[in-house]
T-cell receptor
């Protein structure tokens, strides 16, 4: 089954404790992206990657890191999480140059930073 | 840059009422794609429809219908005879031509009361 898998689904952590949210897709998509969703703001892009070793900032990259060492994986790293990073996070993927087909989304990761 | 506006933050209706969710977009591209997603309380994003800029035909799928009007840059979504299970947050999104970047509106929270 074609899918984007995010883990964990839920995470509660403390301020300053490094964490990684994993994202993996099995569709051989070149393009992968991370969004955060906050009430009243919709989904905002954090980082995206157009292929292996190619990543770029989205609209809200501060406080996040990503890496793309393999085509299928695109982890989101919070080196020193803060409470304002409490949010619902989505990973998405698509074939490059096919924006018209939209994304395949992961199930989301609900992160709480206390 | 593309932009999507969903002016209705929250809508509440009684079951069996019809309801229309508004979406207004901005883009300079002549080729673009519009999407609607549903986010039920469980949190995942469920794809509802994709429409390209060259196809202005309205679409109906069961109780759902979409009205695309390029003249007013709108892509509105109507639910006929609403049901409690329609309660969710609905997002409108825009992607330009072959650009993989998808922009989302802030979302409209629909509550259908029995």
């Amino acid at each position: 089954e074609a899918q984007v898998t995010q883990n964990p689904r839920y995470l509660i952590t403390v301020t300053g404790k490094k964490l990684t949210v994993t994202c993996s897709q099995n569709m051989n998509h070149e393009y992968m992206s991370w969004y955060r969703q906050d009430p009243g703001l919709g989904l905002r892009q954090i980082y995206y990657s157009m292929n292996v070793e190619v990543t770029d900032k989205g609209d809200v990259p501060e406080g996040y890191k990503v890496s793309r060492k393999e085509k299928r994986n695109f982890p989101l790293i919070l080196e020193s999480p803060s409470p304002n990073q409490t949010s619902l996070y989505f990973c998405a993927s698509s074939s490059l140059g096919t924006g018209g087909y939209g994304y395949t989304f992961g199930s989301g990761t609900r992160l709480t930073v206390v | 840059a593309q932009k999507v506006t969903q002016a209705q933050t929250e809508i509440s209706v009684v079951e069996k009422e019809d309801v229309t969710l508004d979406c207004v977009y901005e883009t300079r591209d002549t080729t673009y794609y519009l999407f609607w997603y549903k986010q039920p309380p469980s949190g995942e994003l469920v794809f509802l429809i994709r429409r390209n800029s060259f196809d202005e035909q309205n679409e109906i799928s069961g109780r759902y219908s979409w009205n695309f009007q390029k003249s007013t840059s709108s892509f509105n979504f109507t639910i006929t005879a609403s049901q409690v299970v329609d309660s969710a947050v609905y997002f409108c999104a825009l992607s330009e031509s072959d650009n993989n970047d998808m922009r989302f509106g802030a979302g409209t929270r629909l509550t259908v009361k029995p």
